[in-house]
């Protein structure tokens, strides 16, 4: 591909720098009679399921994501380049790393509540930290009032929140495995980055220029990557939790816009002996849930609840977005991801469009909250073995990145970050033997536990809880039966971001940006598990 210059991005409004992507190509053979019967038995087994989960959702949601998603992957080349590239997915290059570590950041990321019940009386009050704001509403199909937190001076609130994460980073990195064979994955939960009306706003080019060039997202941006640049964190890999972004359309209606919720990721990287190439990634979330934005205030039927938290002469509630999914957006309109994607690429990110990539000879699924529950990275997976194995996804490894196929023994390490999510058994795409890691912005007061059998609707089924989560899933083979078996990572510490014999108040770092009426934010930092060989 060759390289692409341009003069200015609406996305990041910085500079751009060209690059190649380099192709190349390996085959992979079955060498023997067992691996052949292997291959023989789970192709039937895939191929039954398959059937089964196709046929139960011919109907549903799901199924259009199959046939939508099908229709929109990437192929070219002849046929013969084709299947070596896809071979070449199914057996990358050999991974630096044997073990991997998650550390997760617990942070509350929801809305806070606009009322909370005095311990001592018992009697509700107006919580101090919507007091004056304008960005007030409801979850869908909720009657609780909430607010956005968040700075008016956007430039500010993105600094706070820069900052905030770099302390949990370093204390990432004070406790981390220092064994360069242990991959270290800093996993963060969604809706980290989210101004006071509900998103950072797209800005136009000429709003651009009057702050110097680089809006709110690219001051994002340029914050994660300054941090990752750094030769401590040659070994690890940052999921920064999500982005929440709006872009105003051209219409007479003010509060028409267009919605993105994505993650930034990040491999870590020695700026002394290293370039940025394939260390960049965008992934954009999918499906818009009911939990993603807040029913504005002047949507509401019932305004008299927040009254007395209004200041009505001065009051406005016109900047609070809308909540596109009790208006019937059901999907993110990720237009602007394919409109500028080759800018993207000159700028050093590479889109992760269907929820799997290679690193460093690893395979990743990797998805946010609602995509995971509706099976994303899984469908993607089952879609592309029935219609050829034709989608390229992205494998990053020694300063390049080449498109090869979804691996078809699965992801040996899959990343989800959410806000009111738990890893489901019905979604994963594990290679045998491999780990999904999630971390939640909702629930990180409960401790990681499971539960088998607890569901009447599915009764035969593990279920997994907390906020933080890291399950390796099993496959059991025999003559009468076929199964998995899930075993959670029980094996973690945590440690208070902010501890109170230190000379920093959690409620105060966090103040006006994130509600401290939840938990404390805090660093769980796992135990290291082995990698799963697919070899």
Known sequence: MPSLRAENSPLLGTQFIGHEDVQTRQGRTITNNNERRKHMLWTLFLSAAVVCLLKIQRNGPISSLRTEEHDELAGTGSAESLQSSLRDGRKSAKSPYTKVQTLSF????????????????????????????????????????????????????????????????????????????????????????????????????????????????????????????NKRFENWLFLFGTVIASEALPKEDAFDYQFYNFTPLYKGFDPATSKRIGKNFIVPKRYVSNMD????????????????????????????????????????????????????????????????????????????????????????????????????????????????????????????????????????????????????????????????????????????????????RTAVISATDVTFEYEMNLDYKDHALYPESGTRRWKDVLEGVFSSMAYGPKLTAYDPVSITSTS
Not at 298 to 318: G, P, V, W, Y
Not at 389 to 416: C, F, M, Y
């Open 293 to 472: 934005f807040l029913t504005p205030l002047r949507h509401l039927t019932n305004k008299s609840i927040a009254m007395e938290l209004l200041d009505e002469k001065n009051h406005t509630d016109s900047k609070t977005l809308i909540n596109p999914h009790a208006s019937g957006q059901k999907r993110y309109a990720n237009d602007i991801w394919a409109r500028y994607k080759d800018e993207l690429t000159t700028l050093g990110y590479n889109m992760i469009e269907y929820g799997w990539f290679f690193m460093d000879g690893i395979s990743f699924s990797v998805e946010i909250c609602l995509d995971h529950l509706v099976h994303r990275a899984l469908m993607t997976y089952m879609s592309d073995v029935v219609t050829g194995s034709k989608t390229r996804i992205p494998s990053s490894a020694n300063d390049s990145v080449e498109w090869v196929g979804i691996p078809k023994h699965q992801a040996q390490i899959s990343l989800v970050s959410s806000a009111g999510m738990d890893a489901t058994v019905a979604s994963l795409a594990l290679a045998n033997g491999g780990h999904i890691f999630l971390q939640d912005g909702m629930e990180g007061d409960v401790t990681p536990h499971s539960t088998y059998g607890q569901d009447d609707c599915q009764p035969n089924e593990y279920e997994f809880f907390g906020g933080s989560q890291s399950v390796k």
């Open 106 to 229: 617990q942070i509350y990321t929801g809305g806070a509540p606009a009322f909370t019940v005095d311990k001592s009386t018992g009697k509700e009050r107006t919580n101090h930290e919507c007091k004056g704001l304008h960005s007030y509403g409801s979850p869908e199909n909720s009657e609780a009032l909430q607010c956005y937190l968040g700075l008016e001076d956007t430039a500010e609130d993105v600094e706070r929140r820069l900052n905030i994460m770099t302390d949990a980073v370093n204390k990432a990195y004070d406790v981390s495995d220092k064994d360069d064979s242990t991959l270290k994955i800093f996993l963060a939960p969604e809706f980290y980055f989210r101004g006071v009306n509900g998103a950072f706003q797209f800005q136009t080019e000429e709003a651009e220029e009057e702050n110097g060039g680089c809006s709110d997202i690219c001051h994002i941006f340029k914050g994660l990557e300054n941090i990752v640049a």
